[in-house]
């Protein structure tokens, strides 16, 4: 894995081909070799559902930062920088599923920003 803080990359991220990844850390970018992922193993049904989970906190959460009355109340109220509102708002989406199950209530479909749910 090869790193750089000065490098003609560093302003990207994603897949190069099938080989290569680019990554960013703060102002560091990370070249590494794709992983690999073995065809034959399927994902359990925990995984399966935890990806579902994972991908309604990423829609709620874009929606959320697209509309910018909603991205200054949400970063208010989380007490967060701006570069820290997306992964905030889908721990706070986690932390709403965990209570719901424990409460044996239905798995909510929206972030719900308010000082109960923490």
């Known amino acids: 894995m090869a790193s750089s803080t000065t490098s003609i990359l560093k302003d ?17 970018s990370v070249i590494c070799r794709l992983p690999k992922r073995d065809k034959r193993k399927k994902r359990t049904e925990k ?17 959320i930062i697209n509309d910018p009355a909603r991205r200054d109340a949400a970063q ?14 889908v721990k706070l989406y986690f932390q709403q599923v965990k209570a719901a199950k424990e409460k044996g209530r239905e798995i909510p479909m929206s972030i719900t920003i308010s000082s109960e749910n923490i």
């Open 12 to 28: 990207y991220s994603g897949k190069l081909g099938n080989q290569f990844v680019l990554k960013r850390y703060g102002d560091k």
């Open 47 to 63: 995984q399966v559902q935890n990806n579902q989970l994972m991908a309604i906190a990423n829609n709620l959460a874009k929606s």
């Open 76 to 89: 208010l109220f989380l007490n967060v920088t701006s570069n820290k509102k997306y992964t905030s708002l």
